[in-house]
């Protein structure tokens, strides 16, 4: 496994995109949230870290006209996509139902209003670049190892 480049150089970009997302977290909030070590949404984008680092990998062992890198590039793309729009706007109505929640006007019991909805699923097109940057960086420093 640990000889897999594209493997490592994906592995590589989601875990050190987490660990920055958790360290810029608490930098911003002054609070430890360790939800963010594996949670979704937040700077830089670690789907886009992963995916990154993946096509990265791809292109440098294969090269542009492989197999590998066109399966790596159309799921970077459709990814790095998914991150900016659909889960994106995913988050906006969680936020939206989660205010209309606060004021209670379904009179719902506080079991329910205690399940809050995740705002932090998407990202906004920075967090989306900063993750591919980290991503493609992280695939490069890890070719010098293979």
């Known amino acids: 496994m640990l000889g897999n480049q594209l493997l490592m150089s994906a592995v590589t970009g989601w875990v050190v995109a987490q660990f920055l997302k958790t360290l810029i977290d608490f930098a911003l909030n ?9 949670g979704s949404g937040g700077m830089p984008s670690s789907h886009s870290a992963t995916v990154c680092g993946l096509t990265t990998a791809a292109l440098l062992k294969y090269g542009a006209g492989s197999f590998e890198f066109a399966v790596s590039f159309v799921l970077s793309m459709i990814v790095m ?3 900016i729009g659909v889960r994106r706007e995913t988050g906006k109505q969680a936020k939206l139902l989660n205010s209309i929640l606060s004021e209670n006007p379904l009179k719902l019991n506080a079991e ?21 940057i980290l991503g493609i960086g992280l695939a490069l420093a890890l070719n010098s190892c293979y």
């Open 112 to 132: 329910v209003l205690q399940e809050k909805l995740k705002e932090y699923v998407g990202h906004t097109p920075l967090q989306v670049l900063a993750g591919a």
């Open 30 to 38: 002054k609070n430890f949230n360790a939800e963010r070590l594996v």
């Open 81 to 83: 996509y998914d991150a």
